[in-house]
């Protein structure tokens, strides 16, 4: 089988990214707990490993968004390694709101012990306040928008919209903060930068993609081949790489350009917009640690 997958640079770390990470550190000592929001798809490359740092000593909730978009037996899975690790986790889709009226309740569940000894110093009505982190365009502010039940924090389609820390009021006794999203300075491996960049945190304009395309072809093929078999109409052959199964696909599609070639860019585009809306079916990238 043809694995040779494409090398990619991937540099991902502008300016603000910095100060949104200071403005985290300087802004946890107001909050009773950390809400750190994940994309159900890559679980542990949308996993920023500095929150553990920066959120160390406050109790802790995932939130495994997108589970729309990722395989249901894969979520499952996931979300019994987190509560292995000691985390509670609740899973949603933000976009169409399924699991979202859950969080108030997730929340005070994380902070029933906060909570009993608030009350017990006569402090009761005190407000909870919790941070929301996560990496850009993992669908934190449509999050917030749901739990809200209004527009209270600007979502969009790409990374990096939420630039400022805002706090949000949910009822009653619950506070939001609000923080931008933050990718850490250096990636562990190509396979993490890449799963990011197939799921959509990081901005197509700083990748080759082709490349980035090509790579997910033979992820698939690895993974899902019926993904293959079922949108693009034929068998990706085991001898082939990433490019030349998007040519195949092109081909299906009938993209061509000029001179009779296929248009291997264009149907690059198509994949991994294709992926993001969900129309390979539902795919998760990674699985959890065994044992």
Known sequence: MSERYEKIDIHWFPGHMT???????ANMKLVDAVCELLDARVPCAS?????????????????????????????ARWREYFRRCGLAVLETDAKSGRGVN???????EVLRDRIAAYEAKGQGTRPLRVMILG??????????????????A?????PGVTRGKQWISIDAGLE???TPGILWPKFDSQQVGEALAITGAIKPEVLDTEALAANFMLRLRALKPEAIEQRYKFTPEADKNGYELLADA???????????????ERMARVLLNEYHEGKLGRITLEAPPEG
Do not use: C, H, W
């Open 19 to 25: 100060k949104a990470q200071r403005m985290i550190e």
């Open 47 to 75: 996993r920023n490993p500095d929150i553990d740092r920066l959120a160390a000593g406050k109790p802790r909730l995932v939130i495994l968004n997108r589970t729309d978009l990722a395989d249901p037996a894969m979520t």
């Open 102 to 108: 859950n969080f108030p309740r997730a929340v005070r």
């Open 135 to 152: 990496i850009p365009n993992v669908g934190k502010s449509t999050f917030i928008n749901r739990v809200a039940k209004r527009r209270a």
């Open 154 to 158: 600007a979502a969009g389609d790409r």
């Open 176 to 178: 939001l903060l609000d």
């Open 250 to 264: 092109a081909k299906k599609r009938g993209f061509l350009i000029s001179g009779g070639e296929y248009d291997i």
